[in-house]
Every structure is written in structure tokens, then in C-alpha cells.
């Protein structure tokens, strides 16, 4: 499946299907087994840039519409 990214009211970017991910310097970060990641959107994950939930303490708000 085609990598589909939703990005999440309030929330994190949720990423699923086939991808990889990279830091700027090139080194791929370890996805075996994973799926679907959540990528932080508020800039308070201690896991960037991976979501842990930290929006929630942070009261991030941001609602996203396509159009």
C-alpha cells in the first residue's frame, strides 16, 4: 500500500502504508514492525520526531482542512 498521511486535528501526523524515514544527514530511522507512525505536530514530543502524546499537557490546537 502507498504511504497515506492524515494529518490530525490537534493532533499528530499520522503516517501509514509503505515508507521510509530519514533525518536530515540521511540516516534511515529503524520502522521494522511498524506500520503506522505518529510524527509530532506540536514541537513537545521528548521523542521527536515521533508523537508521544505530549500535545495533550501542551493543549496544542491546530484543525486542519484540505481544500
Same mark, same amino acid.
Given at each position: 500500500?502507498a504511504?497515506?498521511? +492524515?494529518v490530525?486535528?490537534?493532533? /499528530?501526523?499520522?503516517?501509514?502504508?509503505?515508507?521510509?524515514?530519514?533525518?536530515?544527514?540521511?540516516?534511515? @530511522?529503524d520502522? +521494522?514492525?511498524?506500520? +503506522?507512525?505518529?510524527?509530532?505536530?506540536?514541537?513537545? /514530543?521528548? *521523542?521527536?520526531? @515521533?508523537?508521544?502524546?505530549?500535545?495533550?499537557?501542551?493543549? @496544542?490546537?491546530?484543525?486542519? *482542512?484540505?481544500?
Amino acid at each position: 500500500m502507498a504511504a497515506k498521511i +492524515t494529518v490530525k486535528d490537534h493532533k /499528530s501526523i499520522q503516517v501509514d502504508g509503505d515508507f521510509e524515514l530519514y533525518d536530515e544527514k540521511g540516516n534511515k @530511522f529503524d520502522l +521494522t514492525g511498524k506500520p +503506522t507512525i505518529w510524527l509530532c505536530r506540536c514541537g513537545h /514530543s521528548k *521523542n521527536k520526531p @515521533f508523537c508521544d502524546g505530549a500535545h495533550k499537557a501542551a493543549d @496544542f490546537k491546530s484543525e486542519i *482542512n484540505a481544500k
